[in-house]
């Protein structure tokens, strides 16, 4: 696919009444509110030229069409469905300021970012890859998701300058958009060589791996929704995530960092560079670090500040995290290197050229999380509740906006939330809201109330026609969680979720919208990215963990009379795991003890994780004596079977 071209556009405005008639889906009222959002925040049109030009620059080389497949041929990245992000003018039916985000993380390829010393790896997954020229060859940083991608991006590199060797990857933080490409870029075995160092934050390895052990399930369902993987790419929609274009396909793989950086920061000297490090644990991620590279002055500033305002909490779920800190390491930065930093660069989005642009965008992001943070705090110790902080928040904002923290993946509103969450917890104090009844039974009552169905139905209607589309979506929701089989409450409430899609700035707010709308009214896509962990990602996972997770997975039914023991022998890893089962509860713990075991399995750790993942059966591994069993086989077979597997498609937006 050619590269776009110039994405600037002088008037936005004028963007937004010249594609009227272009997207029918749009409402009047949905138009309305893109020009009432311009006019409500001044746009700093220098500025955003100043992005669209950053995001350009360097460009040398593209991968062909675009596409990206794996050793089998499938396509595991394609950007010719996103053809239409080639013109200059939002259609209405996106977000103006969106469309032109969308546009910025839309250029793909590599960009030389210092002249033959830093490139990037940019538009082929969720995060960007720099790979630097050290003494005697490379260093890469953040090997994307997938394998193929950093393959692709790492061969577009050598196809200019020559097979230099790689001699270091640096894993930035602890998610796997960071990481899971590593084995595209260097071998395990040039890992246990010693000829590359693999170099991490302290507490790499475990938070690497175990984000998603025991609730992978429900944060894969929601990041379904939040990334856009049920809808086509198209004006109606998916188009961006805010953050970057979307996430890979391909293998997510894994490799043990050979050393760490520790809390106090480090300097390191890596293939004849120096590298200075400081900490930034439990800021984006829980094991984090910024560094700036004298030579080059060059600040990477990880996730910790990227070209968007970010989630303090994700929408796919997870702990929420420490804004106060996260804007404290940010002026930590901005203080440290400020003065000497010509160029930062980040795991996700372009470059920000110069020294005063460099200081604006640090301080400009401080500010932001900083302002969120506190007042959040202020609004909640003068009685502000949990749902009336984003409105709290817009009545004292008078903070001057820059375009690269505007909320494009996340949001003032949801961020207040976060705040809230993790100071008070997730209930508001009103006593009403502390024991709710359950949604359906809540639904039906409202229902009841409204006179019926249909009249709710016509207030939702009216409501819909008015543009008021959350009162829309609010009534429409207690119809379709009344009766699920009422089509034309699920149509209605699609049609207000679209609108509502349609209106956001936030690429995880659009994609989570037109996600649902999708869903209600039987036209999700299956646009999952073609992804596979491979058995060094497995692996990884340590074996208590495993433990861990099967227990959440336990069935409540046929309970045991007496408590039972099943231990784990683990010949390869010599680990031995014991599981106390009582009733309806697991205790795993590493180790035996002295009680006796109702059944004893041995057997490699390699196996096991090969039938947890659904490779192997017990039987098989028993038939080809890849297994030895001791004690009650029949109870060890009753206890196996009684662990459920997550449901990877539950309903989110129906009952």
């Given at each position: 696919?050619?590269r776009?071209?110039?994405?600037?556009?002088?008037?936005?405005?004028?963007?937004?009444?010249?594609s009227?008639?272009?997207?029918?889906?749009?409402?009047?009222?949905?138009?309305?509110?893109?020009?009432r959002?311009?006019?409500?925040?001044?746009?700093?049109?220098?500025?955003?030229?100043?992005?669209?030009?950053?995001?350009?620059?360097?460009?040398?080389?593209?991968?062909?069409?675009g596409?990206?497949?794996?050793?089998?041929?499938?396509?595991?990245?394609d950007?010719r469905?996103y053809?239409?992000?080639?013109?200059p003018?939002?259609?209405?039916?996106?977000n103006?300021?969106?469309?032109?985000q969308?546009?910025?993380n839309?250029?793909?390829?590599?960009?030389?970012?210092?002249p033959?010393?830093?490139?990037?790896?940019?538009g082929?997954?969720?995060s960007?890859?720099?790979i630097?020229?050290?003494?005697?060859?490379?260093?890469?940083?953040?090997?994307?998701?997938?394998?193929?991608?950093?393959?692709?991006?790492?061969?577009?590199?050598?196809?200019?300058?020559?097979?230099?060797?790689?001699?270091?990857?640096?894993?930035s933080?602890?998610?796997?958009?960071h990481?899971g490409?590593?084995?595209?870029?260097?071998?395990?075995?040039?890992?246990?060589?010693?000829?590359?160092r693999v170099?991490?934050?302290?507490?790499?390895?475990?938070?690497?791996?175990?984000?998603?052990?025991?609730a992978?399930?429900?944060?894969?369902?929601?990041?379904?929704?939040?990334?856009?993987?049920?809808?086509?790419?198209?004006?109606?929609?998916?188009?961006?995530?805010?953050?970057?274009?979307?996430?890979?396909?391909?293998?997510?793989?894994?490799?043990n960092?050979?050393?760490?950086?520790?809390?106090?920061?480090a300097?390191l000297?890596?293939?004849?560079?120096?590298?200075?490090f400081?900490d930034?644990?439990?800021t984006?991620?829980?094991?984090?670090?910024?560094?700036?590279?004298p030579?080059?002055?060059?600040?990477?500033t990880?996730?910790?500040a990227?070209?968007?305002?970010?989630?303090?909490?994700?929408l796919?779920?997870?702990?929420?995290?420490?804004?106060?800190?996260?804007?404290?390491?940010?002026?930590?930065?901005?203080?440290?290197?400020?003065?000497?930093?010509?160029?930062?660069?980040?795991?996700?989005?372009?470059?920000?050229?110069?020294?005063?642009q460099?200081?604006?965008?640090?301080?400009?992001?401080r500010?932001?999380?900083r302002?969120?943070?506190?007042?959040?705090?202020?609004?909640?110790?003068?009685?502000a509740?949990?749902?009336?902080?984003p409105?709290?928040l817009?009545?004292?904002?008078?903070?001057?906006?820059?375009p690269?923290?505007?909320?494009?993946?996340g949001?003032?509103?949801?961020?207040?939330?976060?705040?809230?969450?993790?100071?008070?917890?997730?209930?508001d104090?009103?006593?009403?809201n502390?024991?709710p009844?359950?949604?359906?039974?809540?639904?039906?009552?409202?229902?009841?109330l409204?006179?019926?169905?249909?009249?709710?139905?016509?207030a939702?209607?009216?409501a819909q026609?008015?543009?008021?589309?959350?009162?829309?979506?609010e009534?429409?929701?207690?119809?379709?969680?009344?009766?699920?089989?009422?089509?034309?409450?699920?149509?209605?409430l699609?049609?207000?979720y679209e609108?509502?899609?349609f209106?956001?700035?936030s690429?995880?707010?659009?994609?989570?919208?037109l996600?649902?709308?999708?869903?209600?009214?039987?036209?999700?896509a299956?646009n999952?990215?073609?992804?596979?962990?491979?058995?060094?990602?497995?692996a990884a996972?340590?074996?208590?963990?495993?433990?861990?997770a099967?227990?959440?997975?336990?069935?409540?039914n046929?309970?045991?009379?007496t408590?039972q023991?099943f231990r784990?022998?683990?010949?390869?890893t010599?680990?031995?795991?014991?599981?106390?089962?009582?009733g309806?509860?697991?205790?795993?713990?590493l180790?035996?003890?002295?009680?006796?075991?109702?059944?004893?399995v041995?057997?490699?750790?390699?196996?096991?994780g090969?039938?947890l993942?659904?490779?192997?059966?017990?039987?098989?591994?028993a038939?080809?004596?890849?297994?030895?069993?001791?004690?009650?086989?029949a109870?060890?077979?009753?206890?196996?079977?009684?662990?459920?597997?997550?449901n990877p498609?539950?309903n989110?937006?129906?009952?």
């Amino acid at each position: 696919m050619k590269r776009f071209g110039a994405i600037t556009v002088s008037i936005w405005a004028l963007a937004i009444a010249s594609s009227v008639s272009a997207q029918p889906a749009a409402s009047e009222a949905t138009r309305a509110a893109h020009v009432r959002a311009l006019a409500a925040a001044a746009v700093d049109e220098a500025q955003e030229a100043i992005e669209d030009a950053a995001a350009q620059h360097g460009l040398l080389a593209q991968v062909p069409d675009g596409v990206i497949r794996d050793a089998s041929g499938t396509i595991i990245w394609d950007w010719r469905p996103y053809a239409f992000l080639a013109n200059p003018v939002a259609p209405d039916t996106v977000n103006p300021r969106l469309w032109r985000q969308a546009r910025r993380n839309a250029q793909h390829g590599l960009f030389e970012v210092v002249p033959d010393a830093i490139w990037q790896v940019r538009g082929y997954d969720l995060s960007v890859m720099t790979i630097i020229r050290g003494s005697t060859g490379l260093i890469i940083v953040d090997p994307l998701t997938s394998e193929e991608s950093a393959a692709a991006g790492l061969a577009l590199l050598r196809d200019r300058i020559g097979n230099l060797p790689v001699k270091a990857v640096l894993f930035s933080h602890s998610h796997a958009d960071h990481f899971g490409g590593v084995g595209g870029v260097i071998s395990r075995q040039q890992v246990e060589s010693g000829e590359v160092r693999v170099i991490a934050p302290h507490g790499f390895a475990r938070e690497a791996v175990s984000e998603n052990v025991l609730a992978g399930a429900a944060m894969n369902r929601r990041a379904e929704y939040m990334f856009g993987m049920r809808l086509s790419a198209s004006p109606t929609g998916q188009v961006d995530t805010g953050l970057g274009p979307r996430v890979a396909g391909g293998t997510t793989g894994y490799m043990n960092p050979t050393e760490t950086v520790g809390e106090e920061g480090a300097t390191l000297e890596i293939d004849g560079l120096t590298f200075e490090f400081i900490d930034a644990a439990e800021t984006e991620a829980p094991a984090e670090f910024l560094f700036y590279i004298p030579r080059y002055r060059t600040l990477h500033t990880t996730e910790v500040a990227t070209k968007t305002f970010h989630n303090f909490l994700t929408l796919r779920g997870a702990q929420v995290r420490d804004a106060l800190r996260w804007s404290q390491v940010i002026d930590a930065a901005l203080q440290r290197w400020g003065h000497q930093a010509d160029l930062a660069i980040a795991s996700h989005g372009w470059p920000t050229f110069g020294g005063d642009q460099v200081r604006s965008y640090l301080a400009g992001h401080r500010d932001m999380y900083r302002f969120v943070h506190d007042r959040t705090l202020g609004a909640a110790n003068m009685g502000a509740t949990i749902q009336e902080l984003p409105a709290a928040l817009e009545t004292v904002s008078n903070l001057p906006i820059d375009p690269s923290v505007r909320g494009y993946y996340g949001t003032v509103n949801h961020n207040a939330k976060a705040v809230y969450q993790r100071y008070f917890g997730w209930w508001d104090g009103v006593p009403a809201n502390y024991d709710p009844l359950p949604p359906e039974e809540q639904a039906r009552g409202y229902v009841a109330l409204a006179g019926g169905p249909v009249r709710l139905l016509e207030a939702a209607r009216q409501a819909q026609s008015a543009g008021n589309y959350r009162w829309a979506a609010e009534l429409a929701n207690h119809l379709v969680f009344a009766d699920s089989d009422n089509i034309e409450a699920k149509h209605l409430l699609a049609d207000a979720y679209e609108q509502l899609g349609f209106q956001a700035e936030s690429g995880a707010w659009r994609n989570y919208y037109l996600g649902a709308a999708a869903t209600l009214r039987g036209e999700e896509a299956n646009n999952l990215p073609m992804r596979s962990q491979s058995a060094d990602y497995f692996a990884a996972i340590p074996t208590i963990d495993l433990f861990n997770a099967m227990a959440t997975r336990l069935a409540s039914n046929d309970v045991p009379v007496t408590p039972q023991t099943f231990r784990f022998v683990f010949t390869d890893t010599q680990e031995t795991v014991t599981v106390e089962r009582r009733g309806v509860v697991e205790i795993p713990r590493l180790g035996a003890d002295e009680r006796p075991a109702t059944a004893t399995v041995r057997m490699t750790r390699l196996a096991f994780g090969a039938m947890l993942m659904g490779r192997l059966r017990m039987a098989d591994l028993a038939a080809a004596g890849q297994v030895q069993l001791e004690g009650d086989i029949a109870a060890l077979q009753a206890w196996m079977a009684s662990h459920r597997p997550p449901n990877p498609a539950f309903n989110v937006v129906t009952p």
